[in-house]
C-alpha cells in the first residue's frame, strides 16, 4: 500500500531533520569552545544525508538471490556526521587560561551565519514534512470510509 | 456484449486511486529529500502510466508455471521520470520544495475525486443490489 508508505518517507524526513537541528544546536552552543590545541578543538558537525532506496531480493540467470534496488526512494537516511574541515580560528590571547605556550588560542571553525540559516532551512524542511503527514493521513482515512 | 463484473462496473477508478497513491509516494520521497546532495526529483506522467495500466490491465504480471516460482512485479523503471528543474541547487539537488508541495497538494485534491468517484460506484450498485 502505497499511501502507508509515505508514512516512513516523511517519518524518515522528519528523523533526519531533527538530527540537522541537533548538530547545528551542538555546533552552535561549542562555536566559543576554546582549546589549547588543535587537536582537542572541537569542529562544526553536519549531518550527510543520502537517498534511501527500496530493494527487493530476484533471483537472476544462474537461480541465485540477488538484491535489486528500485528507482523510487524511501525516504531519506543520515549516513553519518561528518565534522567540516574548515580551518580553524587561531585567536593571540596570552592571558586566556587555555592558551599555550605562544599565547595561542584554537576556537572552532563553526560559522554562525551558516548555523542559523541551516536551522531555518531545517525546521522549514521539518515543518514541510509533517504536513504532507497530515496530507497522507487525512487521505487515508477516507479510503478507510469506501463504500460507506 | 461487455460480461457484468466489479472491473467493468468500477472503470477506470481503482487504477486511478492506485496511481494517485504511488504518485503521493514517489512526491513525499522528493519532499523528504529536498536537502540531500544530488538527490534527482521524480515524478510519472500521470495520463500516460493510467492509459497504459487501462491497456494491459493484469498482462503486466508475470507467469507462474510452477508452485516455487516467484511472483514477478509489473513496475517498470522507465514509467519514473526526472523532473526538469527550474531552480537546481549547487549541490546537484533538483526537489523545488513550493513546488513538490503544491504538485502533492493536488494530487491529494486528486486523490480525493477519484476516490468520490469510486465511492459513488459503490453507493450505486449497492442500490441496484436493494433495488432502490
Redesign the interface.
Known amino acids: ?3 502507508s ?2 508514512f516512513d ?2 517519518g ?2 522528519m528523523n ?2 531533527s538530527i ?1 537541528i541537533n548538530t547545528t544546536a551542538s555546533n552552535i552552543a561549542n562555536a566559543e569552545s576554546a582549546s589549547s590545541s588543535v587537536d582537542e578543538t572541537y569542529r562544526a558537525r553536519k549531518p550527510w ?3 534511501m532506496h527500496k530493494s ?1 531480493m ?2 537472476n540467470a544462474n537461480n541465485e538471490f540477488q538484491s535489486i534496488e ?7 537516511q543520515v549516513m553519518g556526521i561528518v565534522e567540516k574541515d574548515a580551518p580553524l580560528q587561531q585567536r593571540f590571547q596570552p592571558d586566556h587560561p587555555m592558551a599555550n605556550e605562544d599565547g595561542y588560542v584554537y576556537y572552532p571553525n563553526v560559522n554562525i551565519v551558516e548555523e542559523m540559516t541551516d536551522m531555518m ?2 525546521s522549514r ?1 521539518y515543518q ?2 509533517v ?2 503527514l497530515k ?2 493521513k ?2 487515508l482515512q ?2 478507510l ?4 | 456484449m461487455a460480461s457484468i463484473n466489479f472491473t467493468n462496473a468500477l472503470g477506470v477508478h481503482p487504477s486511478a486511486l ?1 496511481l494517485r ?2 504518485r ?3 512526491l ?2 522528493n ?7 544530488g ?1 534527482k526529483a ?1 515524478d510519472i506522467n500521470f495520463q500516460a502510466v493510467l492509459a497504459g495500466e487501462v491497456n494491459s490491465r493484469n498482462s503486466v504480471a508475470m507467469e507462474r508455471t510452477h508452485s516455487g516460482h ?1 511472483s514477478g ?1 509489473s ?1 517498470r ?1 522507465d514509467e ?1 521520470l526526472y523532473r526538469n528543474p527550474i531552480q537546481p541547487s549547487i549541490d546537484g539537488n533538483t526537489v523545488d ?1 513550493q513546488m513538490e ?1 503544491a504538485l ?2 493536488r494530487n ?1 485534491m486528486n ?2 475525486a477519484s ?1 468520490e468517484f ?2 459513488g460506484k ?2 450505486g450498485m ?1 442500490g441496484a443490489i436493494r433495488g432502490e
Request: aromatic letters at 10%; hydrophobic letters at 40%; proline letters at 1%.
Open positions: 500500500m502505497s499511501l508508505n509515505v518517507i516523511a524518515s524526513g533526519a531533520q540537522r544525508f543520502a537517498v527487493f530476484e533471483v528500485d528507482g523510487t526512494g524511501a525516504g531519506v532551512s531545517s524542511s514541510m514534512n504536513e504532507v496530507t497522507a487525512q487521505m477516507r479510503t470510509s469506501l463504500g460507506q | 492506485q497513491a504511488a503521493a509516494e514517489i513525499a520521497n519532499l523528504a529529500n529536498s536537502d540531500t546532495p538527490f521524480r516467484l512485479h513496475q523503471d519514473l520544495s508541495q502533492y497538494g491529494s486523490y480525493n476516490f469510486l465511492s459503490f453507493k449497492k
